[in-house]
């Protein structure tokens, strides 16, 4: 969604004072009036030297907009005893400092950094009504398509299937004592009917995840778990609770609410669906061969399933485009509008995109048993020649430069290379396959030769790493500032511009 970068908006209110709505919080200092709920706070350490870089806060407007806020460390003991989640307040001067661009829970550019002169104050009985939470909800196909990009912080919303390997058709015991030593509880979750998902809850969000469970009489059944990251661990999806996280179940909010009576449908109709729950079958991602995977999408009971697939390249199918120009934001198609490029995807925050060019070749492959056709998608055609179809793309025109903004690009000499190459494939059939629309199948991952589920000491090593990176990424935009005079000189002169890699770079590709 566009939004205005400067200006001031006009408070509801009988006050003549104008209050800023979130929509026009620009980047630089602000001497202005914000009002807000705060919905969640949370100390952001550094796991490695365990020192406090300051406090992050998650706020919303009476327009419904969520911004992210921040506190540096010298300055959390003048506003923290004024502050509880849920409460609403007004913020009297501040910097508008540029969101990180990794692991955000917020869509907007900017962060409320509290500044110098900055004043905060609790408003009782205010006639203006505040939503109480926003949240961001992601697919497994969305989880899936952003995993390991170390981007924005998404929600999952679904039903338990097992809680640390037990079933939930008999109370799970939680054993306090272990958590206390593995800080950590496994989930696994299904969003509505989609795969099942491996969920890591850690430290602070295992700890609330255990008293909300043992809070309710019966077992509760809905999950909502903010804030998660994607990691790919032993060749399969996981989430992972972040910082940020909080962790909701039945009856707790809204959306549990309506997703628990959506489930309680379900069960009444199919009641064996609760009997699914066993770890190795909602866990494991099937081996088939090519033939075994057309014999699959010929069956009336076949749903929407990822399996390994390992398989020859024989050719790279010429006379059909090999890239499409997606959403810079959520990576769907974009299409051409009036005056710029439009994301296809009715759930994208982005109105209008730059766009960049992403892998879709396809490509011929064969193995012991039958010939067939994958489509490379993303990060998969990435991993199979090194090179992002953005680079590929704008190179071309680079060197072919009397060329016009509509020409397509040929199959390029790094596709090519890959033609007799055999790799394990992890590959997706969906409903276009059942319906017989098409026989070609969706590749989403290369794999290694050989896999391996991940232990402890690997999941332990992966999420000390994604917060390590987290937090670097964070000490970057607001980092703690030397005393109190000089936050808002010292963040005013900090470089906010990046480069991203994958953009493509002549506007010719971007049409």
């Known amino acids: 969604m566009a939004m205005k970068r400067n200006g001031k908006s006009p408070a509801s209110s009988e006050s003549d004072e104008s209050v800023m709505f979130f929509r026009d919080v620009s980047l630089g200092p602000h001497e202005t009036r914000l009002r807000f709920r705060l919905i969640h706070f949370w100390e952001a350490q550094n796991p490695v030297k365990k020192t406090l870089i300051g ?5 919303i407007d009476e327009q419904g907009t969520v911004i992210q806020g921040f506190i540096p460390p010298g300055r959390i003991k003048k506003y923290l005893p004024e502050m509880k989640r849920g409460s609403v307040y007004e913020l009297i001067n501040f910097y508008g400092s540029k969101n990180k661009p990794m692991y955000r829970v917020a869509d907007h550019i900017a962060t409320v950094s509290f500044a110098w002169n900055s004043e905060l104050s609790v408003l009782h009985d205010i006639p203006i009504p505040f939503d109480e939470d926003r949240f961001r909800m992601h697919s497994y196909e969305d989880f899936e398509a952003n995993c390991d990009l170390k981007g924005d912080l998404y929600d999952v919303l679904g039903h338990m299937k097992l809680v640390d390997g037990q079933a939930l058709t008999e109370r799970p015991t939680i054993d ?42 019966n077992t509760p059944t809905v999950l909502l778990v903010t804030a998660v990251n994607t990691k790919r661990l032993g060749g399969n999806l996981a989430l992972s609770s972040m910082s940020p996280t909080r962790v909701f179940m039945d009856y707790d909010v809204q959306p549990t609410i309506d997703y628990f009576a959506w489930y309680v449908t379900l069960l009444s109709s199919n009641p064996e669906i609760a009997k699914q729950v066993s770890a190795e079958v909602v866990t494991k991602r099937e081996t088939m061969t090519i033939s075994d995977i057309f014999s699959y999408m010929t069956l009336e009971s076949a749903k929407d399933a990822f399996f390994e697939c390992t398989a020859t390249i024989d050719d790279v199918v010429h006379g059909s485009a090999w890239y499409y120009i997606a959403c810079t934001g959520c990576h769907s198609k974009a299409t051409k509008g009036a005056n710029s490029l439009i994301c296809t995807n009715p759930r994208c925050v982005k109105d209008t995109t730059a766009g960049v060019a992403q892998y879709r070749a396809k490509i011929s492959v064969y193995d012991s048993s039958e010939q067939g056709f994958f489509v490379l998608l993303g990060d998969a055609g990435f991993q199979l020649t090194g090179r992002h179809a953005s680079e590929l793309v704008s190179s071309y025109f680079e060197a072919n430069k009397d060329k016009g903004p509509d020409h397509e690009v040929p199959v390029p000499e790094a596709l090519i290379s890959i033609v007799g190459q055999t790799h394990k494939f992890c590959v997706k059939v969906t409903d276009h396959n059942f319906s017989g629309n098409t026989r070609a199948i969706t590749v989403t991952k290369i794999l290694p030769p050989e896999t391996s ?13 994604t917060s390590m990176e ?42």
């Open 176 to 217: 306090e004592a272990k958590l206390a030593t593995t800080r950590h509880i496994m989930v696994h979750v299904q969003s509505h009917e989609g795969p099942v998902m491996k969920l890591y809850l850690w430290d602070q969000a295992a700890t609330d995840f255990c008293k909300k469970f043992k809070s309710y009489e």
């Open 470 to 511: 987290a937090v670097q990424t964070g000490s970057e935009v607001c980092g703690p500032s030397k005393s109190r005079g000089d936050s808002a000189d010292e963040e005013s002169k900090r470089t906010f511009d990046s480069v991203d890699p994958e953009k493509v770079k002549r506007a010719r590709c971007e049409k």
């Open 453 to 465: 589920s991940p232990t402890k000491g690997s999941v332990d090593n992966a999420i000390a790493a």
């Open 55 to 59: 406090l992050e806060m998650l706020l």
